[in-house]
């Protein structure tokens, strides 16, 4: 369940009126689903998929489309949302680094310190906030065409509250106050003066100095007891040591952890490399982390900053512009404070600037069990990830267009190409499209392997294919690539609509004794549909360097990406440890398309 408790502060969700996403014609979805598949396929599986289609579209396909058409028609926003509910909430495994991406900030160039960038980034976002609810931000929109901005209410003072079988996310949009984390320990403060304008930047970091020289001074104490190492537990087991946690006699701590408007965490790390950086923010060792919260701030020892979010109720597109919006005042806001140190002046009406408050808890034996269980466990997890990063400088979005190609389907070949480099065939790929032109839309699934993707990797392999040819290949598997795109973002995809049919047959499976899932679902077709290889999305702008997330399976990739103007940034997870050599056929691939 996503619940906003209090809705009337955005006024901007009465405001919009768009078109509700729509549910694509059954034998359109069908169709796609043959033609999807087909490349991924041997021609005997192929012929038993299509036998199978062909009994769904005669059998329980029009039964479970038109239950789908009747719960659209009740729905108050789409056919999908208590699909995203489930799919998101309803996941039992740990959230870091199967569930939450991070996006990396370029450095800022007028603020190295650690302390200075965090309260900087705390200001912006707290700037951000109030336009929010002031419903003053401009709207969303892909070129001329507006876009949902019901996720925006999301971002601040939202938390993902563990249960054993299915999550709630909570909103307080009311919250007046932020956590801060450092070496493992929790202070809070409020971020708002009693006039309702926001606490001063100098005086958030006053606060913040004086929490990192607090939880030095204190941190061989709390070694052994790091509580948000917990939030990366699997979610049953979380799920009881909170209850645990509540018994003992810390609801009043849990509630300000989970009704902050976001978490400052502190590091102590100063990663040197772009992988080093990707590592610390995409899993770090979780001791000072609170994965749980929609957004945590992490900054480093060395002033390097970036964002870790929790997926279930907002996306990166979400994300991504909150990110460039508070990344750009806060370096606009240090070029003029350089020139005019007056503007660090602390404030007169901030009584409260200095009053931090560090959380204490009450462990039992049995929590600092579960504690250290919880620890070596995500020791593990983090051990079994490859990380690696790809900064490919021959060329970027510049070069592309300047040969009519799309930058993300000239992208997304060479993701192909890298791939059937190490194995010899195509791997199913996902690459998330928005859907955000429609009422609460959020994102379908692109499926980047066709037939022509398939021709354009053989042919780039083939020593004895001339340029013509495969420059051919490249522009036509780039075009299809292209409407398949614009297909999803206007809602006729084929994953979300089969998913939806998929959960309308597993609730009648529950209600009628004996009635069985359709066999569709259990065929190798719907298996390569629904398998990801590799995991894609392009999210990124001027004020990222890299953007990522683990691996969806065991034997895949995690493809992060960022497209410049002049170079693509790849973040590449697996847990095969073959991160590196992908980058590796990722170079070449790069270079091979360049060339020809």
């Not at 965490?265 to 994965?291: E, V, Y």
């Not at 590449?572 to 398309?593: I, M, P, R, Y």
Request: glycine residues 6%; contains cysteine.
């Amino acid at each position: 369940m996503t619940r906003l408790v209090n809705e009337k502060h955005y006024p901007f969700f009465e405001l919009q009126s768009l078109p509700r996403l729509p549910v694509p014609p059954l034998e359109n979805t069908l169709s796609k689903f043959a033609k999807t598949v087909a490349p991924l396929l041997t021609p005997e599986e192929f012929k038993h998929t299509t036998a199978l289609i062909e009994e769904f579209a005669r059998g329980a396909g029009p039964d479970l489309h038109r239950r789908l058409l009747s719960l659209d028609s009740e729905a108050p926003t789409s056919y999908l949302e208590g699909f995203w509910d489930s799919m998101y909430l309803e996941i039992r495994g740990p959230i870091p680094i199967h569930v939450n991406p991070f996006f990396a900030f370029e450095d800022d160039p007028e603020n190295f310190s650690q302390t200075g960038r965090a309260a900087s980034l705390a200001y912006s976002s707290l700037n951000f906030f109030q336009r929010l609810k002031a419903n003053q931000l401009s709207p969303d929109k892909e070129r001329n065409t507006p876009l949902d901005m019901s996720q925006y209410g999301r971002i601040m003072g939202s938390t993902r509250i563990p249960h054993p079988a299915r999550d709630v996310l909570l909103t307080y949009p009311d919250s007046r106050h932020i956590v801060v984390m450092a070496r493992g320990q929790m202070y809070w403060f409020d971020v708002f003066l009693p006039s309702g304008d926001i606490m001063p930047e100098f005086d958030i970091r006053v606060n913040l100095k004086k929490i990192s020289s607090q939880s030095r001074a204190t941190s061989k104490k709390y070694l052994h007891a790091p509580l948000g190492i917990l939030t990366s537990e699997d979610r049953p087991v979380w799920a009881e040591a909170r209850a645990r946690l509540i018994a003992d006699g810390n609801a009043e701590s849990l509630e300000i952890v989970e009704r902050a408007l976001f978490i400052i965490c502190l590091d102590d790390a100063a990663p040197p490399t772009l992988t080093d950086f990707s590592k610390l923010l995409l899993h770090s060792n979780g001791k000072n982390r609170w994965f749980d919260k929609s957004i945590q701030l992490i900054v480093c020892a060395n002033g390097k900053s970036g964002i870790n979010m929790e997926h279930s109720g907002i996306d990166g597109h979400t994300v991504l512009r909150y990110a460039f919006e508070i990344d750009s005042d806060s370096i606009r806001r240090g070029r003029v404070t350089s020139r005019n140190q007056n503007a660090r002046a602390p404030s007169r009406d901030a009584p409260s600037a200095t009053r931090v408050t560090k959380l204490e808890w009450q462990l039992t034996v049995p929590t600092v069990e579960s504690i250290r269980a919880a620890e070596i466990k995500f020791q593990r997890l983090v051990a079994s990830v490859d990380t690696a990063v790809c900064a490919y400088g021959g060329y970027g979005k510049n070069f592309m267009t300047q040969h009519n190609l799309s930058p993300d389907g000239v992208v997304q070949m060479c993701f192909q190409l890298a791939y059937h480099r190490m194995f010899g065939r195509a791997g199913a790929t996902y690459e998330s499209a928005l859907t955000k032109k429609f009422y609460h839309g959020r994102t379908e699934c692109v499926r980047s392997v066709s037939a022509d993707s398939v021709e354009f990797c053989e042919l780039f392999l083939d020593p004895k294919a001339d340029m013509t040819a495969k420059a051919a290949a490249l522009r036509k598997a780039v075009a299809t690539h292209v409407k398949t795109m614009n297909e999803c973002k206007n809602g006729h995809g084929v994953n979300r609509h089969m998913y939806a049919m998929l959960w309308l047959a597993r609730h009648q499976q529950q209600r009628i004794s004996g009635y069985e899932i359709p066999a569709l679902y259990r065929d190798k077709g719907w298996q390569m549909l629904t398998t990801d290889y590799l995991s894609t999305s392009n999210c990124g702008n001027q004020t990222l360097c890299l953007f990522g997330f683990g691996p969806v399976i065991n034997d895949g990739f995690g493809l992060g990406y960022i497209i410049r103007d002049n170079g693509v940034n790849v973040n590449v997870t697996s847990f095969l440890g073959k991160s590196n050599q992908f980058v590796h056929e990722l170079e070449l691939s790069f270079a091979d398309v360049r060339a020809d």
